[in-house]
């Protein structure tokens, strides 16, 4: 399972002195920004590919609080994608220095085009790429009705 560990800093407690909800947010971002350059598929690569990876929903559960004074783990696994690789959904758990789960969060997202800035499919050389990594048990092949079960989605930005 891949990992990411964290150091929580100053800025990223709030008033109750715990970690704020859009640290985790955060940490996912970079979490799953890492695994991908660490497996061939950063910045630079995607932006020759001329892709990019757009959130369309976070759902967070927190279980536990955490505080400053020790590392937080995020983890990372394929929870869905689409048969063309257009969207695809991650969870992530976020782990204290004890292994203890103390919070998860799923995120679904899609692929852009970054010079028409549309949904597209994935070159078969990232989708064979996400298709291979680690996946959860409840993983699920990604439908375009998918990505609406959630609330409304604003247009078809495909077309």
């Given at each position: 399972?891949?990992?990411?560990e964290?150091?929580?800093?100053w800025?990223?407690v709030?008033a109750?002195?715990?970690?704020?909800?859009?640290?985790?947010?955060?940490?996912?971002?970079h979490?799953?920004?890492?695994?991908?350059s660490?497996?061939?598929?950063?910045?630079?690569?995607?932006a020759?590919?001329?892709?990019?990876p757009?959130?369309?929903?976070?759902?967070?559960y927190?279980?536990?609080?955490?505080?400053?004074?020790?590392?937080i783990r995020?983890s990372?696994?394929?929870?869905?994608?689409?048969?063309?690789?257009?969207?695809?959904?991650?969870?992530?758990?976020?782990?204290?220095?004890?292994?203890?789960?103390?919070?998860?969060?799923?995120?679904?997202?899609?692929?852009?085009d970054?010079?028409?800035?549309?949904?597209?499919?994935l070159?078969?050389?990232?989708?064979?790429?996400?298709?291979?990594i680690?996946?959860?048990?409840?993983?699920?092949?990604?439908?375009?009705?998918?990505?609406?079960?959630h609330?409304?989605?604003?247009?078809?930005?495909?077309?």
């Amino acid at each position: 399972m891949y990992l990411k560990e964290f150091e929580i800093r100053w800025d990223d407690v709030d008033a109750n002195r715990h970690l704020h909800n859009s640290a985790y947010i955060d940490y996912m971002s970079h979490t799953r920004m890492s695994f991908f350059s660490d497996k061939g598929f950063g910045q630079r690569h995607l932006a020759e590919m001329n892709l990019g990876p757009v959130a369309l929903y976070e759902r967070m559960y927190y279980f536990k609080e955490v505080f400053p004074g020790a590392p937080i783990r995020v983890s990372i696994e394929l929870k869905g994608l689409s048969e063309e690789g257009t969207f695809f959904e991650f969870r992530h758990n976020f782990y204290d220095q004890n292994g203890k789960n103390v919070g998860r969060c799923e995120m679904l997202g899609a692929w852009i085009d970054l010079k028409k800035r549309k949904l597209v499919p994935l070159p078969e050389e990232l989708f064979d790429f996400l298709d291979h990594i680690e996946k959860t048990d409840d993983f699920k092949t990604l439908t375009k009705e998918d990505t609406r079960r959630h609330g409304q989605f604003p247009e078809d930005l495909s077309e």
